[in-house]
């Protein structure tokens, strides 16, 4: 391991014990620090991310994943806003019950130090700061090189936040991505970080998967599926998949792949390809919708689906699309493909839109809506450290709750066991 991330390791656990119980009246003061420290540090922020941007051009994918403006920063701020909002997720007794004497509960805590491996989204590192230090939790952050300069700054804001509220500096610490195998170091300090997550494409999260020697939890990688089912309204099924496509494309519940029921192909195609083609939205069709598509949509954004198109995620504006027999057929690919983050149903049918919900094995399952909703925000949970698609610990967006653990408080009066 790196000299340098093992002493930031250190530092991290040591500040974690006095961290996890600071007052939630503190926590909210550094979140409130922080807020006001991207507000007043917009131009300095700005200018960092411009060093991040300037070798890509604006119609790259990666320059929408990375850019931050006054309107972003702004936003960032009012997500941790939003955080401070919500109730302290720390100390909350439940499960209590008297047993032998004994009064016996279980007690809501940090997880200690969480270390967050993720790429390219600067805003990402106030977000999941901001979670880590709502929840009590010290935090190791490595972010992508690409957006380097960006986190030195934030990070610069993050610290002043603490310290002008009296809290170790040490409690969140920035990894610096250009270190080698920074990310090795942080998934393989067992003892030192308790939990890794990861948010970002799926070469992180099975990296992460085979290497890690520290619990996990797996998040992130989004292939996700709408159907179109038979008995759906057309019209606004073809607002819902372009919004879930287009709205914005680089991030991981954007819509990957269109399955459609073969009665409603012929109608359905025309009227979705007049709004996907505003965004210039590639298609690789299979070769049933291409057979529709070649008369309709501009030769150059069609493409024959090869098998590949299917089980990817895309996160730009290319999406794949397949005609099915019906519900089943729509189950059977998704089962198949799906990354078990986000899948979604647009029917009129109550009784598929039952089944659909009860047979999609996801961590958000949509029946008449884009599953651009699967968001922390969007779930009132606020900002999330990622959409968790484990079955274990945590499933879905994943806010302060979701990083605590409990531990049981056993009261007693001098009690022995007979």
Known sequence: ??????????????????????????????????????????????RANAKDLKNLSSDNPMHDRLLLNNERIEGMA?????????????GEVFDCRERHGLKICRVRVPMGVVGIIYESRPNVTTDVAAICI??????????????????????????????????????????????????????????LVDVIIPRGSQNLINYVRKNATVPF????????????????????AAAVVFNAKTQRPSVCNSLDTLLLHKDVAPKFLPLVSRLLVKKDVEIFADPKSFGIL??????????KAKATDFGREFLSQKMSVKIVSGINEALSHIGKYSSKHSEAILSGDENNCRKFLSAVDAAAVYTNASTRFSDGAMFGLG?????????????????????TTYKWVIRGKYSTRK
Do not use: W
């Open 1 to 46: 391991m790196d000299t340098k991330i093992l002493k930031q390791l250190h530092s991290a656990k040591r500040a974690s014990t006095q961290f996890g119980l600071l007052p939630h009246a503190k926590r909210i003061l550094i979140l409130k620090n922080l807020a006001k420290g991207l507000r007043q540090n917009k131009k300095e922020i700005i």
């Open 78 to 90: 009012q997500e941790i806003e939003a955080i401070v909002k919500m109730p302290d997720p720390l």
């Open 134 to 191: 709502k929840s009590g939790n010290a935090a190791a952050l490595k972010g992508g090189v690409e957006a380097r300069e960006s986190y030195i700054v934030l990070h610069k804001i993050i610290k002043e936040a603490l310290l002008s509220a009296g809290a170790s500096s040490d409690a969140i610490q920035f990894i610096d991505p250009k270190i080698k195998n920074a990310a090795s170091s942080i998934i393989g300090a067992s003892g």
């Open 217 to 236: 939890i797996e998040t992130g990688a989004g292939v996700c599926h709408t159907f179109v089912d038979k008995s759906a309204k057309l019209s606004k």
């Open 294 to 303: 070649k008369k309709i949509y501009p030769a150059r954004l069609l493409k």
């Open 383 to 403: 900002s999330e450290l990622g959409i968790s698609t484990s079955k274990l610990h945590a499933r879905g967006p994943m806010g302060p709750k979701e990083i």
